[in-house]
């Protein structure tokens, strides 16, 4: 008996965190949640869990479901030489400065296994759902999307509508998994049709009468009606020599019917205030509007075409810093130019505030804006000859200018961009280590680096760096992935002579992501069995 008590209060226990009240305004529904996936809002550190959390997709509910799970457990410190802990099987640290804290690990120290990662996405077929581990390397599925299992057999107890009911045709729903959204082949009708709707905003009209058609595309239409010919519109307008019409016109529809009137009322005087200019070389005059033919040379009253009056000025040529410009007599009625010039030798100055600065080694300047003009500006505001950079933390203040300096790619960085080995790289001056989540490496010592700077104009998701890398045997172009953003010479190339078939590392503008891309040759020599050009961004580790 205290057995079956102690069911029923798990039970209630387990039934009042599934279905509990969530507040949508001044109502609320009880529900059970159905949580959408987990994400990480707290990454874990070698001696802190991490924390993942997760809310409910239902609309209105705002609970969300706050765990520690497993694979965010504390890291443990990792020396070089250590061995990572995977899935199932326990790791090493190995001994020296921890990779992720510095810390010196002085004894090595055994990392637990991390326990499958089935955060992934459903996978499914007609047969079943299952979800794969995201750790590299791990073929274990999830049939549940928790614990290593089989593939799981899909539960259609859901409905998805797949062709929504119209007015004038049955709709249909199809069987859907509840856990993974799979839809299965049995289908059901949808007999219950939405009523026409004759809310539209346009008439149609016949000589008989006007009626709306069904905003949802079927046949139905209205019922139609007699057409209420209370209004007139105006089909021919009046003028200064001749009478106009109007017809009568549905105040419901807008449809015109077939009586008209004349409308009498003239104006007694023509315009000429509504028309444009008309002119030739020698003159210039205005036609009634009305379209009688008469026409006024100072466009007021009728008169003969009038003379041009060349009294003002139009700049047709602008000048330069470099040339004189000209403007052209202009009538001041009509505007219509003339033939005379003039010249305007009176220029502007140099335009060197609206261009960019450019830089080399020895220093920065600008050049003016205007095209085939040569003068330069080191001040970026008057003529002047190149000035010298003004560099504070290896960076130009002025220009931005960095020089080319291996000291800026020294350190370690860790993939966050790409699947291919390696998973870290240090640089140090003269060689650089690979090393996979295995803790797998090669060391190489003593290499030569060789460097190039990128001389593209524009960046972006297609821009390319165009030229022949200095040594490199191919590969004449690198195209720089999505949303990674570089700026002129902060941006630079490099590949080693130890490995002179490809091997190129690209900085971007903030320092702190670095564009790796490794031929096949290079995981040769390295031991990777990954094969073709890898194309990865790796972070600055801190």
């Given amino acids: 008996m ?9 039970t209630l226990a387990f039934a009042s965190f599934l279905f509990i009240a969530c507040g949508t305004g001044d109502e609320e529904i009880s529900h059970k949640h159905i949580w959408g996936f987990f994400s990480q809002t707290t990454p874990p550190t070698c001696t802190e869990a991490g924390i993942r959390t997760r809310a409910c997709t239902v609309s209105g509910c705002t609970v969300v479901d706050k765990v520690t799970e497993t694979g965010d457990a504390p890291l443990g410190h990792f020396a070089p030489g250590g061995t990572p802990a995977a899935c199932t099987t326990e790791g090493l640290s190995g001994i020296g400065p921890c990779i992720r804290c510095s810390i010196q690990v002085t004894v090595p120290q055994a990392i637990p296994a991390l326990g499958h990662n089935f955060r992934s996405e459903w996978y499914h077929d007609a047969d079943g759902h299952w979800r794969e581990c995201l750790r590299d390397g791990c073929t274990a599925i999830s049939g549940d999307g928790i614990f290593e299992s089989p593939e799981a057999s899909h539960v259609f107890t859901e409905w998805e509508i797949t062709t929504p009911a119209d007015c004038s045709a049955d ?15 049995e289908t059901r009708a949808i007999s219950e049709r939405p009523p026409h709707e004759f809310t539209g905003d346009v008439w149609v009209s016949d000589a008989d009468g006007h009626w709306k058609e069904c905003i949802n595309g079927c046949a139905a239409i209205s019922e139609k009606e007699p057409h209420d010919f209370t209004e007139w519109e105006i089909t021919t307008p009046v003028s200064c020599n001749t009478d106009g019409v109007e017809t ?12 008209t009137k004349a409308i009498t009322d003239r104006p007694t005087d023509h315009d000429f205030a509504s028309g444009a200019w008309q002119f030739d070389a020698d003159d210039h005059w205005k036609e009634c509007f009305y379209g009688c033919g008469v026409i006024s040379g100072d466009g007021i009253k009728e008169s003969p075409e009038a003379i041009h009056a060349f009294t003002e000025w139009e700049i047709t040529d602008p000048a330069t810093c470099i040339a004189d410009g000209e403007e052209t007599e202009k009538c001041a009625v009509c505007e219509m130019l003339g033939t ?22 020895a220093g920065h300047w600008k050049e003016c804006n205007t095209a085939e003009c040569p003068a330069i500006s080191g001040d970026g505001i008057t003529e002047s000859v190149k000035v010298s950079h003004n560099l504070v933390d290896d960076e130009c203040t002025v220009c931005g200018y960095v020089p080319i300096s291996i000291a800026l790619f020294l350190g370690t960085w860790r993939r966050t961009q790409g699947v291919y080995q390696p998973y870290t790289i240090t640089i140090t001056e003269n060689s650089f280590r690979f090393e996979d989540r295995a803790g797998d490496y090669i060391n190489h010592a003593n290499i030569t680096w060789t460097m190039a700077v990128n001389t593209a104009t524009t960046h972006g998701a297609s821009s390319y760096y165009s030229g022949i890398f200095t040594g490199a045997n191919s590969n004449p172009s690198l195209s720089y992935p999505q949303g990674f953003t570089i700026s002129g010479t902060r941006t630079f190339i490099y590949y080693s002579s130890a490995i002179p078939t490809g091997f190129f590392m690209a900085l971007s503008a903030d320092r702190q992501t670095l564009y ?9 020599r390295v031991g990777f069995s990954d094969t073709g050009m890898s194309d990865s961004l790796f972070t600055r580790v801190p």
Avoid at 340 to 361: C, G, L, M, N, Y
Avoid at 516 to 524: D, F, K, L, Q, R
């Fill in 2 to 10: 205290k057995n079956i008590c102690l069911f029923l209060i798990i």
């Fill in 171 to 185: 709709g249909e729903e199809t069987e859907k998994c509840a856990a993974c959204g799979w839809l299965g082949t």
């Fill in 248 to 259: 009568e016109k549905c105040e419901i529809c807008g449809g015109l019917g077939t009586e």
């Fill in 340 to 361: 005379v010039k003039r010249a305007i030798t009176e220029k502007p100055p140099h335009d060197f505030i609206s261009s960019a600065w450019q830089h080399d080694a």
């Fill in 516 to 524: 790796v891309a490794m031929s096949s040759s290079v995981y040769g």
